[in-house]
Nanobody, 131 residues
Framework: QVQPLESGGGLVQPGGSLRLSCTAP????????MAWFRQAPGKMREGVAC????????FYADSVQGRFTVSRDYAKNAVYLQLNNLKPEDTATYFC????????????????????????WGQGTQVTVSS
């Protein structure tokens, strides 16, 4: 599987905003439910948002509900994560992933988890929230 490419991270003050982007050259992301995950140093990877492929239904972890918005652009084969009202605890490396393990597609469910056999993580994009 092709690794996704995440971008848009950076250093932002508490209360600030960022917009993360995810693409995957050579892979049609439109076919799959897509999710965003994050991992802070010393912590487990956490699913934060998910968007379905068919009707763009969205799901959010409680920790980001009301602050983060996931969207997708079928024409650009891209998925986005708008991060608003950022908090220091949002500091992490953010990853996107299709809920697809190369054979099966998986639904967006809470809690948001990657497919068990998914192993095509990209480099991620670092988000640091600090004053």
């Amino acid at each position: 599987q092709v690794q996704p490419l995440e971008s848009g991270g950076g250093l932002v003050q508490p209360g600030g905003s960022l917009r993360l982007s995810c693409t995957a050259p050579g892979v049609v992301l439109d076919y799959h439910n897509m999710a965003w995950f994050r991992q802070a140093p010393g912590k487990m990877r956490e699913g934060v948002a998910c968007i379905t492929s068919s009707d763009e239904h969205t799901f959010y972890a409680d920790s980001v509900q009301g602050r983060f918005t996931v969207s997708r652009d079928y024409a650009k084969n891209a998925v986005y994560l708008q991060l608003n009202n950022l908090k220091p605890e949002d500091t992490a490396t953010y990853f996107c992933a299709p809920l697809y393990d190369g054979r099966y597609d998986y639904p967006c469910l809470l809690p948001i988890r990657p497919p068990t056999k998914y192993n095509s993580w990209g480099q991620g994009t670092q988000v640091t929230v600090s004053s």
